[in-house]
């Protein structure tokens, strides 16, 4: 098999033999998530670090976890210290974040880590066995159950977290044209899956989307946009009874969206820790990744009762929580964690700027005492991001 052709290259072609041309979104989706062939299906430790395509905060080291533990340590005292304290992880990789968070946890606090139920959203067979064995690993299975996804009646009291999960959902591709917007379908032609345009129909409901004057853009300016994300969070937000949500992620807000660096769009494919130029090239082999609009994350979750606390860059975030760290430790790092590891979070040249955090809440009168939003500004007003220095 040549490098280009790929199992799901194969299902694809038969596929736009049958229908025609597909929307973006639909090639996305069977690139990243068909159940056997998609880049998701894969074990999570061949996509991730150095063997894989691309690094994440918590892949590069045990600080994420660790820091973040503090975070939760606190909300678990804003809930009122309850007897139980649900953590709800989607996304979650081979497990690296959990392990460190919980591990943390029986270092720090001891009697809030035996109050600890975890749950791990993860439909995939290979990523659980690899989580499930890292768990096992480090002996923490009596505090983790895996469920497939969100669907259900539970509501849960705790946090609710991911990182870098929104930004892999599967986006539409618009582009702008003197005759109007149109969309991107990927079709099949010269030996190559290639893009093909068609306009978007009268009315589209991405008119929110793309609000902004179309007369003073240029030519094939692209704008990428997802119907899953807000949904997601609209469930999200449903699940919670009373606690937080916290989304790691890298992406934009609304006065961002048309700034001059964006005219190409900000769909990326990563392919062996480099940025590969074609993203239908290797489907099921590369990661297909495009930023995040916090804006309509955080209008999903207020429409289902969520309070938006901040969106802010995670250089902000971790340093405000080291800053309470190190008064409660007279000014040492607590154990496990190196200034590398802190300087690879909050570094601008690797996760500082380019990630940010929307924090919701649910339930909870006042949470200005988090240490994470210590140096936070107010929803809206985090300064422009700088290309991703990652997928």
Known sequence: MKEEETPLAELLRT?????????????MEFALYHPRHGYYAQLPSRRIGRRGDYYTGPSSGTAFGRLFSEAVAEAWVLLGRPAILDLWEQGAGAGWLACDLVGALRQRAPHLAERIRYTIVEPRELPRKEQEARVSAAGLSNHFRWVESLDGTERLVGVFFSNELVDSFPVHRLLWRSSGWSESFATWKG????????????????????????????????????????????????????????????????????????????????????????????PGEQDLTAHVDFA????????????????????????????????????????????????TLTHPEFFGRTHRVLIQSKGIVDASSLSCLRFARSVGSCPPDHPPATN
């Open 15 to 27: 596929l736009l033999a049958q229908e025609g041309a597909i929307p973006f979104w639909r090639f």
């Open 191 to 282: 030996g190559r899956f290639c893009f093909v345009e068609r306009p978007l129909p009268a009315g589209s409901q991405w008119r929110d989307v793309l609000e902004e004057p179309a007369a003073d853009l240029p030519e094939g300016w692209v704008v990428e946009a997802s119907l899953d994300a807000p949904l997601w969070m609209r469930q999200v937000a449903g699940l919670i009874d009373r606690g937080f949500v916290f989304t790691f992620d890298y992406g934009f807000l609304p006065q961002e969206r048309f700034l001059p660096g964006r005219a190409a769009g900000t769909l990326r494919a990563y392919r062996r820790h480099r940025r590969e130029s074609d993203p239908l090239a290797h």
């Open 296 to 343: 309509r994350l955080q209008r999903a979750g207020e429409e289902m009762g969520l309070s938006s606390l901040s969106v802010v860059d995670q250089h902000h975030f971790f340093v405000g929580i080291l800053s309470a760290v190190a008064e409660r430790y007279d000014g040492k790092l607590p154990e496990g964690l190196t200034a590398g590891g802190f300087q």
